[in-house]
């Protein structure tokens, strides 16, 4: 998720105005997607939950026309997400990931 704030400070402790959007990341996906767009057929390993962030961004990649049989469904914990908070000229004020799916990330699967 990215995060703007519409004015240029951001008041702690209280509620900004801002706006919301969805954009599918994580570096090796972004890579990813950059090689099959310039023709190449990359096969991306991961893992992700099965939950609703998971099944977005592997119908999105499916959309694409990515590869993503070498990605791992986990049932045991959520997807990874992480929300960037933007101040109102667009620098990262801080960011914030769920992450946690990582540690499930081993060589047996």
């Not at 919301?20 to 990359?42: H, K, Q, W």
């Not at 962030?53 to 990605?71: A, R, V």
Request: proline share 2%; net charge negative.
């Amino acid at each position: 998720f990215i995060i703007k704030v519409k004015s240029k400070t951001i008041m702690n402790e209280a509620t900004n105005k801002g706006s919301l959007r969805t954009s599918y990341g994580g570096v090796g996906r972004n890579i990813a997607e950059s090689l099959m767009r310039f023709g190449c057929d990359p096969l991306l390993i991961s893992m992700t939950g099965t939950d609703t962030n998971g099944d977005n961004i592997i119908s999105h990649m499916t959309q694409l026309g990515m590869n993503t049989s070498g990605i791992y469904r986990c049932s045991d914990v959520p997807s990874s997400t992480y929300s960037a908070v933007l101040d109102g000229t667009g620098e990262l004020y801080c960011g914030i990931g769920d992450i946690n799916i990582e540690e499930y990330l081993d060589n047996t699967w």
